[in-house]
């Protein structure tokens, strides 16, 4: 492999092994030779494809897989699942798609996930000055992130309450 080959490729992913999204969400698709098999979205496609891989019963039957950064994951993944129908997801695969999230509940999801990323960093031991560095720059980010999204939080429930639903007639 040329040096230009090996630059470019380095240039792909983050210190961390995931792919440079610069904070954006992924919308993913894997496909099987029966075809579409799973969609979803994550800030970390490659970790999160790699964990479908091992940890699905259908992990192995994934032949190709395509990554896309959409304007509004959220709503992409939704319209992608039931526009496409995958064969292995379970929301918004159904005939009523489920109402969208409580966008504070999805916040504090999110806080929490980061509390514990930042946990997690903090306790690891570096192995040399590199994972040192890599090790602080992580608690760095982790705190960053912590901290928007305890202002997002803060400025989801100032802004009141979502606008109640209307509910659903029962069918005939």
Request: hydrophobic share 40%.
């Amino acid at each position: 492999m040329k040096d230009v080959d090996t630059q470019f490729l380095r240039g792909l992913f983050d210190e961390e092994g995931g792919l440079h999204a610069a904070g954006r969400t992924a919308l993913y698709r894997l496909y099987g030779l029966e075809g579409l098999l799973y969609v979803g979205i994550t800030t970390s496609p490659l970790t999160r494809i790699r964990t479908h891989l091992r940890d699905q019963p259908w992990g192995p039957r994934v032949i190709a897989v395509r990554i896309d950064y959409p304007d509004h994951a959220e709503a992409a993944e939704r319209d992608t699942v039931q526009a496409e129908r995958p064969l292995y997801n379970v929301v918004f695969n159904g005939t009523v798609p489920p109402p969208p999230p409580d966008p504070v509940a999805r916040l504090r999801a999110l806080l929490s996930a980061q509390r514990r990323r930042l946990a997690e960093f903090e306790a690891a031991v570096p192995e040399s000055t590199t994972h040192l560095r890599l090790l602080v720059r992580g608690i760095a980010s982790a705190k960053a992130t912590i901290a928007g999204l305890t202002e997002e939080i803060a400025a989801a429930e100032a802004a009141g309450p979502c606008p109640a639903r209307p509910k659903r007639q029962a069918g005939p």
